[in-house]
């Protein structure tokens, strides 16, 4: 990473309200070029807090772009952070980011011309911006990192997002911006607090983008495929993709696993072309620019895989051909302990220590494996693209969880995971690759066919490794033990693995800048003990009663612990997830995610501490899932809110 200090604008920067049309007052930071030159503005518009939580990201981008030439604007949702109003508002959602983006446009300072960016909710927001706002308009193009998708569900009921995002929601504005009314906003927005609507994913078409968006998202983020739907609907002169091997986080932070890249360097050739009408390459680049893979060992944080760059000038591209292997073997019986699937890494990766799953041997033990060797004598087996799965199924009870993983098996036996997906729409938290079965016969008179995606993936089986499909009747705590699913027969007959094959060519290798980002914000990270004593991830079996705990130590965005900032605010974040099976027991399951935030202001002339406590737990019960929330607030000792919410929803799926 290259902190850059000289830039060819000197900047400045200011927070401001940017006032709605109901009186509402949006907290937003502007950083701008000293130029007599009205400039583009770029706006991140995000349900999120940036006074502390995003600060110092904030801080690595924004200025950056400043100083390139642009206004770049970061603006707290209605309800967030220190912006007034509640959270949740979907009714007001879209009309105030329009409003902000003709606010933005009629300032003297800016051209007229501004852009979205933004990461998860954000990315979606300026998505849904650029489907639904009015046209022509201010808007002129899109950066959208892994982007949440409505259209094919966007998981995360619970554990990370929901616990975190619910805590987010639930936080105060910050008295040293907003003054004394602080705490008045604060118990309106407590009052107004709903766990189930507390992050709306309102819908749009991508089909109605009207402006050009850049789409990135990491391989091992949730909602990958977004990009892959977008490089695919949208005309190829308003689109361009990139799928790297990254985490949930920028492509430049240089978190676990890299290679990062130069992502704001990227950016900026995107809005030099679309906001300033320079003549530049950007759209000359690939379609879909893609991180293969090589063969590796499986490992939790690998700092940088080994694999190349490729680009692609159409999808699906020409030079990727689906391939179906035919399933060899007599009927097996798959009946699968139920805490298959614990070796699974982390639902949300985002650069952690314990991110990415371990080795699979222990899963691939308790699933049906069928191996296809690569020859040694011969190439690389090389994919890009989601590999489909084909299952000749007999259910063992009313319903059956089909769950199919591709792995990457060393000649020693190790093996990594390469992707995976199930036929079940009930996936707690992953955000994975999912499909409906088919109810039509195989046409062996064996059973029903099981017909449905894996993951996105972009990876290089080397000569001598086994292409593996690992098939299981469970895969928990992605996927919840369904209570009457009890196993099942997969017949080989009539069974496929199809993989999307890649031609390679001498001149489809591709390359990206070295990172760079502004100075950092200079954000202390005191150790504390218990950071020290807390594994990332913890798996616990208690043998005699058959019982599994994991635990995932979770930390959010810029780490967990405590962060101190410049101006004094000591700003504490962090979550735990724990899931508990009993595997003679589906209705066992158990998920619970923990999470804290503290703001802690210790001058006694801004003294400030407040602290937000959330729990969420999903559990069976009376023949449905039970949901509770638990909301406590409290200043200082002070208890000042204290709410649970209990929400029961029978279970419908598989």
């Not at 808007?139 to 959208?144: F, T």
Request: contains cysteine.
């Amino acid at each position: 990473m290259r902190f850059r200090t000289s830039f060819p604008y000197e900047t400045t920067r200011e927070d401001v309200r940017i006032a709605l049309p109901d009186s509402t007052r949006l907290y937003g930071r502007i950083w701008r070029p000293l130029t007599d030159e009205p400039v583009p503005a770029l706006l991140e518009y995000a349900p999120d807090r940036l006074t502390d939580a995003t600060a110092a990201r904030d801080a690595q981008r924004h200025p950056w772009c400043a100083g390139h030439g642009y206004a770049s604007v970061r603006v707290d949702a209605r309800g967030y952070g220190n912006s007034e109003g509640v959270p949740g508002g979907g009714a007001h959602d879209l009309p105030d980011e329009v409003e902000v983006l003709n606010w933005l446009a009629d300032q003297p300072w800016c051209s007229g011309r501004v852009g979205m960016i933004g990461i998860g909710p954000g990315a979606h927001t300026a998505l849904r911006v650029a489907a639904l706002a009015p046209t022509p308009g201010p808007l002129g193009a899109v950066v959208a990192v892994c982007a949440e998708d409505t259209s094919h569900g966007h998981g995360h009921s619970h554990g990370y997002s929901h616990s975190a995002r619910l805590a987010r929601a639930t936080c105060p504005p910050d008295p040293h911006h907003v003054g004394d009314l602080w705490r008045e906003m604060w118990l309106a927005r407590l009052e107004a607090l709903d766990p189930s609507a507390e992050h709306p994913h309102l819908p749009y078409a991508p089909e109605a983008i009207a402006v050009p968006v850049l789409a990135v998202a990491g391989r091992h983020a949730p909602h990958r495929d977004t990009v892959l739907r977008l490089v695919e609907r949208l005309p190829r002169d308003r689109v361009r993709g990139i799928l790297g091997p990254w985490p949930y986080a920028y492509p430049d932070q240089g978190l676990p696993p890299g290679p990062a890249i130069g992502f704001l360097q990227e950016t900026l050739r995107w809005w030099d072309h679309h906001l300033k009408g320079v003549t530049n390459d950007v759209m000359a680049e690939p379609l879909l620019r893609s991180w293969i893979s090589s063969s590796h060992r499986p490992a939790t944080a690998p700092p940088e895989l080994p694999g190349r760059w490729v680009g692609d000038d159409a999808w699906p591209p020409p030079r990727v051909t689906p391939v179906a292997y035919a399933l060899q073997g007599p009927p097996v019986l798959v009946r699968s302990p139920l805490h298959t699937g614990l070796d699974g890494g982390r639902p949300v990766p985002r650069g952690g220590d314990a991110d990415l799953p371990p080795d699979q041997r222990a899963d691939d033990a308790c699933s049906a494996c069928f191996d296809f060797p690569v020859p040694e004598d011969g190439p690389p087996v090389e994919i890009l693209g989601r590999p489909r799965v084909t299952l000749a199924v007999r259910p063992h009870g009313p319903t059956a969880q089909v769950t199919a993983r591709l792995c990457d098996v060393a000649p020693g036996g190790a093996s990594t995971l390469i992707a995976r997906g199930t036929d079940e729409d009930e996936a707690t938290g992953t955000g994975e690759g999912t499909a409906n079965s088919t109810d039509t016969d195989t046409g062996t008179g064996t059973g029903t066919a099981y017909v449905f995606d894996l993951t996105h993936t972009a990876h290089s089986f080397a000569p001598g490794h086994r292409v593996r499909l690992a098939v299981s009747s469970a895969y928990w705590p992605m996927v919840r033990p369904h209570p009457e699913a009890a196993g099942f027969t997969l017949d080989p007959v009539g069974s496929t693995l199809e993989l999307p094959l890649r031609t390679p060519t001498g001149s489809d290798e591709t390359a990206f800048e070295r990172p760079e980002q502004a100075e950092q914000l200079g954000v202390s990270h005191p150790a504390t003990l218990d950071e020290a004593q807390r594994p990332a991830l913890l798996l616990v079996r208690d043998v005699a009663r058959g019982e599994w705990r994991l635990e995932a130590d979770t930390p959010p965005e810029g780490g967990g612990g405590t962060r101190v900032h410049p101006d004094g605010l000591e700003f504490t974040e962090d979550g735990v997830q724990t899931y508990t099976l009993t595997d003679s027991d589906p209705l066992s399951a158990r998920s619970r995610s923990e999470w804290k935030i503290r703001f802690h202001r210790p001058d006694p002339e801004q003294l400030w501490n407040v602290t937000v406590d959330t729990r969420s737990e999903t559990a069976h019960e009376d023949g449905g899932l039970v949901t509770t929330d638990e909301v406590m607030c409290t200043e200082g000792r002070e208890v000042l809110f204290h709410r649970t919410w209990v929400t029961r929803v029978g279970r419908t799926a598989g």
